[in-house]
């Protein structure tokens, strides 16, 4: 069985232990999760907590759970008794679905007294109970295979399930003997942009029962008829593979219609559990474990809609977790970078690194595609301009068929130097960002392979924004006109372009270096370096005029979008924040820092939507009160979804049409990923930004295929170790500050370092070792011994408006 994440992530350290570590006394209160050489995580029972409980069936659309294996998605909800959509990353440009699900004989259970439902991120499976029936729902990981096992029903009432689609959608429907197909091929060669590739959309229903049949039922719909087993038991099978109509609809559904080990879904979430990061949050006030859960929940979604030759989320929206038929609010067809960098930056942080291979592949298959699009559109320059909104095949369109005029424009092009002023017609410093991650996933992973293989993106984005830099007559070389991504529209010298180029040169340098390749490139962007402008500096408040930044001296200024601080906002972001994160340009150890802190507490937006970056931001200038402030106010303001996301009505009475957005989880994912540990600079930085009363337990991975094990009890850490998975220098930053520390290595029980009482902790370390760092005189081997762990959740969960599963009856 093949795991997609295994090669990505970091395995478990050896299980043999040493004696150096054995527990000998214990200190009342403080107990420690790591012995013999490991951190002990009960995962089943951690991960256990954040199940979505159902004490109510999900009728509704909006109030479906999701299901996938990174191929094939599935929204599951109880209505008709029950009903599942089918959803995949490749049915482009519309992201058209297969369809959907319906059992009407499960209604029995799901209008049951003692109805009882749960989603079990651990297994991988939706599982509901009532009046003597269980249906348990689930995915195989192999084989992109739906499949729905009934026990408890009548075995002498016929059965029967429908796949269906609804209007207007065109399919051909079809059996072939107990199995039912609806499939349709298209060419993708009718809208702006257009690939002229073949796409389509196929979905096939059998059951494992007696006397199965299967019938057209209409041009949308067919349906399998049957009965249960005599013990009670059936099983609905649904496929939903690739299909382009390279091949009959047969031969491109046998393999998903043989649903295999059935217990091969088990296997494999557990094996991904059991090797990213686990968190466990313990709060005074709950909102702690609230988002714990969403992180859960976002790790979950982000495996099963991971995508292979394109992200399964575009815009932020969990597209491929979808319970909303065909509607798409975005064009279904392009990818904003604003909605994918907290994913990546998120997976990166759980160490789930191959959950980002499709992110990469979108950039780095179509560069000569962008290339292509720079030249056309940015006046023949060089190099690579990544559109902000990039259709899948490389144009910078978005194309918007079903807005009218209250909506705004149609058609949009990005990376266009004649197009007219719009949200990112000249957004210039995408490319910038992507090859950054590109360069923070090879630092996480040391895969030189795969930066070979990625940085000619990095050579073309620096390549195309030396060519738009011009200098003027102060010597600086400047950005004009540009965006200050879609909030300031044609300005100059916006600070997303200036964080860009300050961020991108240096890195882009290294990169080349280490390959051995593009040394004019590099000389040009070594010389760009000095002239690049300083971060523009304005007042904390309207009227906004340019500072000098002499005005630091002060304490009265802050980061400007741009060098027009005045100019005309569109959009909420809060782009003088963009240099802390995601540019890595501004930390603790930075002159700016305290200019950071202001820019951060006089930001112009604080509205908290789900998108936001502020929780991060707050993280990487230390202010864990404002990490918790901030994600309880955007979980509270967007996260109405019973399933942790964004995009539902504020309650059931109101109408919500089921498209799901996963941007939000992913944010909390990486802010409470940096609250715990950073190491933006190469310094490793233990338990930055925890709010206050919040408790930690859990491990968070960082350069070097190298992981951190963190507990933090009442705001000071008890356990902290570094498992490093290279040879390499490591620094790490006093966790307890002034105080005398020992580092020891776990595999030999040597100290490698003795009584540093420095800021910045140094020292060798071996490939494969873990290093145990305790304050002088309170060894960890005298804590008590107790594995992080957990129990299964019970009931729904409340944190203000935001609602995670339901509660029984009204409540």
Not at 349 to 364: E, I, K, W
Not at 437 to 460: H, S
Not at 639 to 660: P, V
Not at 754 to 770: E, R, Y
Request: glycine residues 10%.
């Amino acid at each position: 069985m093949k795991n997609f994440w295994i090669a990505g992530v970091l395995a478990g350290v050896s299980l043999t232990g040493s004696a150096a570590l054995r527990a000998q006394t214990s200190r009342p209160g403080v107990t420690t999760a790591w012995r013999d050489e490991k951190f002990h995580v009960d995962v089943a029972g951690t991960i256990s907590r954040s199940a979505i409980v159902l004490g109510q069936p999900n009728m509704d659309a909006e109030e479906a759970l999701p299901l996938g294996n990174g191929r094939l998605g599935v929204a599951v909800w109880s209505a008709e008794g029950l009903t599942a959509q089918l959803n995949r990353a490749d049915t482009l440009p519309l992201l058209l679905s297969p369809g959907q699900v319906v059992i009407p004989g499960l209604a029995p259970l799901t209008r049951a007294k003692d109805y009882a439902g749960r989603l079990d991120l651990y297994n991988g499976e939706f599982k509901e109970q009532g009046r003597g029936m269980t249906a348990t729902a689930y995915v195989q990981p192999d084989t992109d295979t739906f499949v729905v096992d009934v026990t408890g029903a009548d075995p002498n009432r016929e059965q029967t399930a429908q796949l269906k689609l609804w209007e207007p959608r065109k399919t051909q429907a079809a059996t072939r003997g107990a199995t039912g197909y609806l499939s349709k091929a298209w060419i993708d060669n009718r809208t702006p942009g257009a690939s002229g590739r073949a796409f389509g959309s196929l979905a096939a229903i059998t059951a494992d029962g007696r006397e199965v049949s299967a019938a057209v039922t209409d041009a949308l719909t067919v349906t399998v008829s049957f009965k249960p087993y005599e013990d009670g038991h059936f099983r609905i099978i649904a496929a939903g593979p690739h299909y382009d109509g390279a091949v009959d609809v047969q031969t491109a559904a046998r393999a998903a219609l043989v649903p295999g080990n059935l217990g091969a879904h088990r296997e494999w979430w557990r094996a991904y559990w059991n090797h990213v990061g686990i968190i466990k949050i313990t709060s005074k006030n709950g909102s702690g474990e609230f988002l714990e859960n969403l992180r859960n929940m976002y790790l979950f979604g982000a495996a099963a809609e991971k995508g292979e030759e394109y992200p399964g989320s575009q815009a932020g929206v969990a597209d491929m977790l979808s319970s909303a038929r065909d509607a798409h609010q975005w064009d279904s067809s392009a990818f904003w970078h604003w909605n994918l960098r907290m994913q990546v930056a998120a997976n990166l942080g759980a160490g789930a690194f191959a959950l980002n291979a499709p992110y990469f592949n979108l950039y780095r298959e179509n560069l000569a595609s962008i290339e292509d699009w720079t030249n056309k559109h940015m006046s023949g320059r060089s190099g690579a301009c990544i559109p902000e909104t990039m259709r899948f095949n490389g144009p910078g369109i978005e194309y918007e068929s079903s807005w009218d005029s209250t909506r705004g424009q149609k058609l949009g092009y990005d990376c266009d130097d004649e197009f007219t002023p719009y949200y990112n017609a000249r957004t210039l410093s995408t490319g910038a960002e992507v090859s950054l991650w590109i360069w923070r996933q090879y630092l996480a992973t040391n895969d030189r392979k795969f930066l070979a293989g990625n940085f000619p993106v990095m050579a073309e984005s620096a390549r195309f924004l030396l060519s738009y830099q011009k200098e003027g007559p102060d010597g600086r070389l400047h950005t004009s006109p540009s965006n200050a991504h879609e909030t300031q529209w044609d300005v100059t010298d916006p600070t997303t372009d200036i964080a860009a180029c300050l961020a991108l040169y240096p890195a882009t340098i290294q990169a080349a270096k280490l390959l051995g390749v593009e040394a004019e490139l590099v000389r040009q962007m070594e010389a760009a370096l000095p002239k690049i402008p300083p971060l523009p500096r304005t007042q904390l408040k309207a009227p906004f005029s340019l500072l000098p930044p002499s005005a630091d001296a002060g304490g009265a200024d802050m980061i400007a979008e741009s060098y027009l601080p005045g100019g005309q906002n569109h959009n909420g972001e809060n782009i003088g924040l963009e240099p802390i994160w995601p540019y890595d340009l501004i930390g603790d150890n930075s002159p700016l820092f305290e200019l950071g802190k202001r820019s951060y507490e006089h930001r112009l937006f604080n509205w908290g939507g789900s998108w936001s970056f502020d929780s991060i931001q707050a993280a990487r200038l230390g202010l864990g009160d404002e990490v918790e402030a901030e994600l309880v106010k955007s979980t509270e303001a967007s996260a109405r979804c019973i399933n942790g996301y964004t995009g539902c009505a504020k309650s059931r009475q109101e109408q919500g049409n089921g498209e799901f957005y996963i941007e939000q989880s992913g944010v909390a994912t990486t802010a409470l990923e940096e609250a715990l540990v950073q190491d933006y600079d190469g310094l490793i930085r233990i338990a930055p930004a925890v709010p206050p009363g919040w408790d930690f337990d859990g491990t968070v991975f960082v350069r070097g295929k190298t992981k951190v094990d963190v507990q933090v009890h009442d705001g000071v850490p008890t356990t902290v170790v570094i498992e490093s998975g290279i040879a390499q220098q490591l620094s790490v930053r006093n966790p307890w500050r002034g105080q005398p520390v020992n580092v020891i290595s776990s595999k030999t029980g040597a100290k490698v370092a003795t009584g540093s009482v420095g800021p910045v902790i140094q020292f060798s370390a071996d490939a494969g070792a873990g290093y145990v760092i305790e304050k002088q005189g309170e060894p960890l081997e005298q804590q008590k011994f107790a594995p992080v762990s957990g129990t299964p959740a019970q009931t729904a969960k409340k944190l203000g408006d935001a609602q995670l599963g339901l509660f029984a009856g009204n409540e």
